[in-house]
């Protein structure tokens, strides 16, 4: 399947990722998600081996290649059983940096992106609310311009990489409007600007979560990212970028529940024989896996699109919608092929399950992006 999309230099990558993740992550990862994030340094070994700039210039360190090529990334790892450590990476390279490299002026990019793809300095993005999610034209916190500066106030929820991170990309609304938003570079440490609380999730432990409090936060003009008032419009055009990824995170998590799932079942003796050996655990498998096989078929033709300059909003909120509602589908059938041991902290496919939920909530809840493609028939 992959030949069709798929050039060698794309599969290269897949290999060096799964070599990555096979050394750097595996032997690590249990540790990381008790103590609730991953470590930076782990982080810098992915920006020298080239994985944070794919898509951006060459001048500052990147790659410039495709959006296949970002899909292949994203996929490859997602092939790691730790989401924590899959969303805290992609995060950077797919939901907050690339808010830098759409709308970033020269001097912006010249002060932070080199380091951003080297992994030096992290990235978040804060747009989410205590009662602003998917509708992100209710946000309140607020920009308002004061002489040389800008004052940011407001609250910001379920930010990921937001105790740890170094760069913020803020939303805040710049005018009456519903849809007057504009988006801000704050730096940690700017005066004002807090962490109010680190959250406590059910899943995704390696990945840091975090309430930001933006208190009469003074930053300089310059860091107004992109046109004043056309925020809006940047986070709709990224999320495109940011549910693509979220939907080769459900599908890898199909993927390795499918394959945990196949491998206990063909070792577990139970009522005289392999589990293997009951028919109605082989067809459902096989059935799991076929729908696991169409979704990431439609995956690759919404990144092909890109590629191709095409209007992708109504497939990719298909796209998100499918694949958030099969993994859950997929992920609690195979743990329930798993007995008892499905429920055992410290399993695969227990974390698989923990991790999965938020696939249908995050990066818009399926009811959300249901309507995004039913307003466009």
Not at 44 to 64: K, N, V
Not at 148 to 153: A, C, E, K
Not at 220 to 234: D, H, I, Q, T, V
Not at 242 to 270: F, N, S
Request: net charge neutral; proline share 2%; charged share 25%.
């Amino acid at each position: 399947m992959d030949s069709i999309y798929l050039t060698t230099d794309h599969e290269l990558l897949r290999e060096q990722v799964a070599r990555f993740l096979a050394r750097e992550v595996g032997p690590h990862a249990d540790k990381w998600e008790e103590q609730g994030f991953v470590p930076r340094e782990v982080l810098r070994r992915m920006g020298s081996a080239g994985f944070f700039g794919l898509m951006y210039e060459g001048a500052y360190g990147g790659a410039e290649a495709d959006a296949l090529a970002n899909l292949v990334f994203a996929e490859a790892l997602s092939q790691s059983t730790y989401a924590g450590f899959i969303i805290t990476v992609l995060v950077h390279t797919d939901m907050a940096s690339p808010h830098l490299h759409h709308a970033g002026s020269v001097a912006q990019k010249d002060k932070y992106l080199r380091q951003v793809i080297a992994g030096e300095t992290i990235t978040a993005v804060a747009i989410t609310e205590p009662g602003a999610g998917s509708d992100v034209a209710g946000i309140r916190t607020t920009a308002r311009r004061d002489g040389d500066h800008w004052v940011l106030d407001g609250t910001k929820m379920f930010i990921t990489n937001g105790v740890h991170a170094d760069l913020y990309f803020v939303a805040a609304k710049t005018g009456p409007g519903r849809r007057e938003v504009s988006m801000f570079i704050v730096e940690k440490g700017t005066p004002g600007f807090t962490v109010g609380r680190a959250l406590k999730k059910t899943g995704w432990l390696s990945s840091d979560t975090a309430e930001l409090v933006f208190d009469n936060v003074r930053i300089p003009a310059a860091n107004l990212l992109g046109e004043e008032g056309k925020g809006f419009y940047s986070v709709m055009k990224n999320f495109q970028t940011e549910r693509i990824a979220l939907g080769a995170m459900a599908v890898g998590h199909c993927q390795q529940a499918l394959r945990l799932a196949l491998e206990y079942v063909k070792q577990r003796e139970a009522f005289g024989g392999p589990l293997w050996d009951q028919q109605v655990i082989r067809q459902r498998i096989a059935m799991l896996d076929a729908r696991t096989r169409a979704a990431r078929q439609y995956l690759y033709h919404c990144a092909w699109r890109v590629t191709q300059g095409h209007d992708i909003v109504q497939d990719v909120s298909l796209l998100k919608a499918l694949t958030g509602e099969l993994v859950n589908e997929v992920v609690q059938a195979c743990q329930q092929f798993h007995g008892g041991m499905g429920y055992i902290r410290e399993t695969a496919i227990e974390r698989l399950w923990r991790d999965a939920r938020v696939l249908a909530i995050g990066g818009g809840a399926t009811e959300v992006m249901l309507e995004e493609a039913a307003k466009r028939y």
